[in-house]
């Protein structure tokens, strides 16, 4: 449980955040609703490259969501053409606003990380919430098979993946 000094550092790129801000924003009638993330992680680093929406055929309920499985395979396949982006993780809105993983969904996130065939060391997940003034917070959370801990994610402009000198200050923080 002490392996913090393994957690990547975190970028998304500014569409893939517009995407959530917009698709989030329709959890203000009190359900949930969310979408894949699909990017990169070398190890080291995780970069958000595309985020999804819902899609037609999700179950959006007041304390959890399920996502048309159909439309995020769609997008998973057009990521992967696109830059050889892969399922990372997901974004997900609780209007309870706690920002938070259930246990509703690390029992989820368990089950994924337990799929061989999916074969995920770790699952990024967004939580999103909404003020009551309608600003957009979220926590981002890397859950691996013992714990879910919460990341930092920075706004990255120019990250095409293989930025060479990215003078980050708390790369080193351990
Ligand atoms: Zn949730």
Known sequence: MTNSAEMPDIWIIPEALALIG?????????????????????????VVRHAGGPGAKAHRESNRFLRDLAHAQQLAELAWKEDQ???IGEWHTHPSGD???SNYDLEAYARHLHDPELS??????????LTRTGEIM???WIVDQETALPVPVAVADDREGTTASQSSPDTDRK
């Open 22 to 46: 917009e698709e989030a924003i329709r959890s203000r009638d009190g359900l949930e609703t969310g979408g894949i993330l699909l990017g990169t992680d070398d190890g080291r680093e995780i």
């Open 138 to 140: 979220a926590v981002a």
């Open 85 to 87: 982006s892969q399922w």
């Open 99 to 101: 920002l938070s993983p």
């Open 120 to 129: 995920f060391r770790r699952f990024l997940t967004i939580i999103v919430g």
